[in-house]
Nanobody, 112 residues
Framework: QVQLVESGGGLVQPGGSLRLSCAAS????????MNWYRQAPGKERELVASISIAGGVTNYADSVKGRFTISRDNAKNMVYLQMNSLKPEDTAMYYC?????WGKGTLVTVSS
């Protein structure tokens, strides 16, 4: 079955960096767009970044443009989210997604 397992979250100070990873299995990874979403407490889930099949096309939410970078490794069935210059408002549960499938999420907390 399809599995998406996120890792890499944690507590970081404002201005810091984190790299999230998502390990995918159970489907043809190299044939699917991949997405990162996030959901902050009391807010709706929002799309953070997307990446095309070969990685040549990426899209970002305005709030993270220039600070976050999505990438993928089709040989390893992995998708990543490099997050730099983190802000307290980036605090959220981050989810990996493809099609109708979701991981359980990894928590990112940005606080001093």
């Amino acid at each position: 079955q399809v599995q998406l397992v996120e890792s890499g979250g944690g507590l970081v100070q404002p201005g810091g960096s984190l790299r999230l990873s998502c390990a995918a299995s159970g489907f043809r990874f190299s044939s699917n767009f991949m997405n990162w979403y996030r959901q902050a407490p009391g807010k709706e889930r929002e799309l953070v970044a997307s990446i095309s099949i070969a990685g040549g096309v990426t899209n970002y939410a305005d709030s993270v443009k220039g600070r976050f970078t999505i990438s993928r490794d089709n040989a390893k069935n992995m998708v990543y989210l490099q997050m730099n210059s983190l802000k307290p408002e980036d605090t959220a549960m981050y989810y990996c997604n493809t099609m109708s499938f979701w991981g359980k999420g990894t928590l990112v907390t940005v606080s001093s």
